[in-house]
């Protein structure tokens, strides 16, 4: 069974920042890309921030220069670090993982259980 488990969110004023973590856990073979989603009240959601086994990243407009995502894959952890925040990044955000299970053949989704980041005065 694999877990991913999301840590860091709060509250926190306009301009300040926050840094989420992102670990799984469980039978995992291999993770390939990991990614920080996030979804508004009545909005859908929406890719925040990706990063490849390898270290390529790619960022929504939104956030470029303002958020920056990395990893540790010897800890199966994806980072984000979230600077100038706005009012307008509230939102829960969500670790994504595409990873191999131990007994599985293929990559799979695997989704965290979102974590609340709220920016307001």
């Known amino acids: 069974q694999v877990q991913l488990v999301e840590s860091g969110g709060g509250l926190v004023q306009p301009g300040g920042s926050l840094r989420l973590s992102c670990a799984a856990s469980g039978s995992i073979f291999i993770i390939y890309a990991m990614g920080w989603y996030r979804q508004a009240p009545g909005k859908q959601r929406e890719l925040v921030a990706g990063?490849?086994?390898?270290?390529?990243?790619n960022y929504a407009d939104s956030v470029k220069g303002r958020f920056t995502i990395s990893r540790d894959n010897a800890k199966n952890t994806v980072y984000l670090q979230m600077n100038s925040l706005k009012p307008e990044d509230t939102a829960v955000y969500y670790c994504n993982a595409d990873l191999r299970a131990t007994m599985s053949l293929r990559s799979s989704d695997y989704w965290g259980q979102g974590t609340q980041v709220t920016v307001s005065s």
């Open positions: 990063i490849t086994s390898g270290g390529s990243t």
